[in-house]
């Protein structure tokens, strides 16, 4: 199999004419990889400034996090279908098409976020219960204040993530890791004012997120007006739905929205199996899941890249090319998170004692760590990296659908097996994902040999 993915790779591209050669690639995804470690860190400064309040408050922003992480990943959906209908239409040149085609994504995405916010406060008490069960009464009194000051940054991080697509489509990512950082600062400097400086607790870190994200939609559709660039977006109130393209964004993002909302489904039924194991389980869970999704930062920030290079490619009518974008980043992502992973692992200990961790908690996620640090490098970059490349290729129903089957058939099902049967602790978490990622990875790798992950009107397409 990996001869078969060697071959592909060298000898059927035309490394002359690459439109993405090392030095272009390499400033696509350093902006990119830079943002998505900053906005991490930021969460991880969130959680350290609110763990210093206590643990009940801390376990409150984990749980209702995790609901917000669903949300957010619905929304991304839509940016994914902006970044890669844009990209192939950058591709082939039409430009026109790819300007209206992202001022229907404005359109569908602030009505969906705002359906969303309205939905969510209304019915948040019942939610909170629904997903979350018996919690303790404290820590449910935290979570509603977080939820309902955090539902109200939806439609401004749904625009947000749209308006970084359009400028990633295009080949800028720097302009969204700018903002980006611009906006960290804000949210960092926000909770030190209302956490400690006002003694807001829990309401103070999530309005310091929500002035964050506000500062940054406003700044991102200001850059969106600049003349020059691929996508160029102006007079946002004369926007009027054009319902045909309408379907062909929804054709990849309800899909992919599905997908990421299953995904993430599956982890508030993780979650809410952890939240049942006390305050200490919680809290220590809570950790750990900052922690391995900051060591999974590179991969995901070469996989946001992918999907643009790889639907230029296929806009130009470049098959092979597309296809050796998949090899090349996939082959970074076992670089970076091997990379990642080690770091991360020899500052868990210096992490969890400047959040004031209690003992059982830091030893409890320690443990946890040393069980990603040995397995994540092997099994996560082939599970995630190359599904970028196929989303980007059309596949999205097949992405939609074995990412969906993997997640409730092995990472899901095996946890809970484990906590019902053997009342295992939080490690069941994270014995379900690694049978997770590692059935994803053969399922995505013969995808991926297989070709079929190639839409047809660009399997047919000559350059």
């Not at 939820?147 to 970084?164: C, D, E, K, M, N």
């Not at 602790?425 to 990875?441: E, K, T």
Request: with cysteine; hydrophobic share 50%.
């Amino acid at each position: 199999m990996l001869k078969k993915v060697r071959l592909y790779d060298r000898e059927k591209v035309d490394f002359g004419t690459l439109l993405y050669p090392s030095s272009k690639m390499s400033a696509l995804l350093f902006p990119i990889i830079v943002e998505q470690l900053l906005n991490s860190l930021m969460g991880m400064v969130d959680t350290i400034m609110v763990s210093n309040v206590g643990s009940q408050a801390i376990s409150a922003v984990s749980l209702v996090d995790s609901l917000n992480n669903m949300i957010i990943l619905i929304f991304s959906a839509m940016a994914s279908g902006a970044v890669i209908l844009c990209s192939q239409c950058i591709g082939r040149g039409d430009y026109k098409t790819g300007n209206e085609t992202a001022r229907q994504v404005v359109l569908t995405v602030l009505v969906c976020a705002v359906t969303v916010t309205v939905t969510g406060l209304l019915f948040r008490k019942g939610l909170l219960h629904l997903i979350f069960g018996k919690i303790e009464p404290p820590v449910m009194e935290n979570a509603l204040r977080y939820f309902s000051i955090t539902a109200v940054s939806y439609p401004f991080l749904a625009l947000f993530q749209a308006g970084a697509a359009f400028l990633r489509a295009g080949g800028n990512s720097a302009c969204p890791m700018k903002i980006s950082v611009c906006s960290n600062g804000l949210n960092a400097v926000g909770n030190l004012i209302f956490i400690f400086g006002l003694e807001m607790g829990v309401s103070g870190a999530a309005l310091a997120t929500l002035l964050s994200r506000i500062f940054s939609v406003i700044t991102v559709m200001i850059f969106l007006r600049r003349s020059g660039q691929a996508i160029v977006l102006r007079n946002y109130f004369s926007i009027r739905p054009d319902f045909p393209l309408i379907a062909r964004v929804l054709k990849i993002g309800v899909p992919t929205g599905i997908e990421n909302g299953m995904f993430q489904f599956g982890k508030l039924i993780i979650q809410s199996t952890v939240s049942a194991m006390g305050t200490m389980a919680i809290a220590a869970q809570a950790v750990t899941n900052i922690l391995e999704y900051i060591s999974g930062i590179f991969g995901i920030g070469v996989g946001i890249g992918l999907m643009t290079m790889v639907a230029q490619a296929l806009g130009a009518g470049r098959k092979e090319e597309a296809g050796y974008y998949i090899v090349k980043c996939t082959k970074l992502g076992f670089m970076g998170t091997f990379a990642s992973c080690i770091l991360m692992f020899a500052l868990t200990g210096p992490i969890l004692r400047l959040a004031g961790t209690e003992a059982a908690s830091a030893a409890l996620c320690m443990e946890m760590m040393v069980m990603i640090t040995l397995v994540k490098p092997l099994l996560w970059p082939l599970s995630f990296v190359p599904d970028y490349g196929l989303q980007a290729g059309g596949d999205v129903r097949f992405s939609m659908l074995m990412s969906t089957l993997s997640m409730w058939g092995a990472r899901v099902a095996l946890c809970v097996f484990l906590v019902r049967t053997f009342q295992m602790g939080p490690q069941a978490v994270w014995y379900g994902m690694f049978l997770d990622w590692g059935v994803r990875s053969i399922i995505f790798t013969l995808r991926f040999l297989s070709n079929k992950w190639i839409h047809v009107e660009y399997r047919e397409r000559k350059v």
